[in-house]
């Protein structure tokens, strides 16, 4: 008695149990996506690290104990410097969230289609990282110079007409840093909590039902 596959019936072989191109596809587009969000979470570590040790740590004991003017131009100085360091930060972070968009948008090898709230959750993500870096470019190219130059000049905070525009320049720059600060820590979540499994659990939702077992008609 032959144990055969009769004529005309599948032969199941070990090539059925290999992943698809589309498995194989979807594993590299994981990948990808994975490491551009650790570059993009570490180059927002590393901007949400300098913004507080210099401004809720340095600033408010060198003005303390350093004698004006040296210490605004100290800490104009020291401002000046790390403003390139987040500007760098800014442009990686817009970077890889253009390359998680393009990867998300099928362009790459195809892909899946994605559920309402992941979308809405790539567009907020989106949105706050041109914000954040248009805020970084904003107080590096123009707020950061502007106060260095108050500074070489000799004004003093609240200190005749230079001393005001002073202030009012220092202000603007706090707040736009602590927006920036607070936009950081939630790309940092959206990146993380966006990550998704090669074949994402959403992909359930969207595949057929299985048929229920009997003869097919």
Not at 76 to 87: E, L, P, S, T
Request: charged share 20%; aromatic share 6%.
């Amino acid at each position: 008695m032959s144990l055969g596959p009769k004529p005309g019936e599948d032969v199941f072989t070990e090539d059925d149990l290999a992943p698809s191109d589309e498995d194989l596809r979807a594993v590299r587009r994981h990948r990808l996506d994975k490491a551009a969000t650790i570059v993009a979470a570490i180059a927002l570590g590393l901007f949400l690290g300098g913004t507080i040790a210099l401004g809720a740590c340095a600033a408010p004991m060198v003005f303390e104990l350093v004698p004006a003017p040296l210490n605004g131009k100290a800490m104009g100085a020291a401002f000046r410097r790390f403003d390139f360091i987040a500007i760098g930060c800014g442009v990686v972070v817009l970077g890889c969230e253009a390359f998680r968009t393009f990867l998300a948008s099928g362009l790459f090898g195809g892909g899946r289609t994605q559920a309402t709230k992941e979308r809405i959750l790539r567009r907020v993500r989106l949105y706050g990282a041109i914000l954040l870096a248009g805020g970084i470019v904003w107080t590096g190219m123009v707020l950061s110079p502007r106060i260095m130059a108050l500074h070489e000049a000799g004004a003093r905070r609240n200190v005749g007409p230079e001393g005001a525009e002073l202030e009012s320049t220092h202000k603007t720059a706090e707040l736009l840093g602590k927006i920036d600060t607070v936009l950081a820590v939630l790309l940092i979540a959206l990146h993380i909590g966006s990550l998704a499994s090669p074949r994402h659990a959403d992909d359930d939702e969207l595949a057929d039902a299985p048929l229920a077992p009997g003869p097919r008609r």
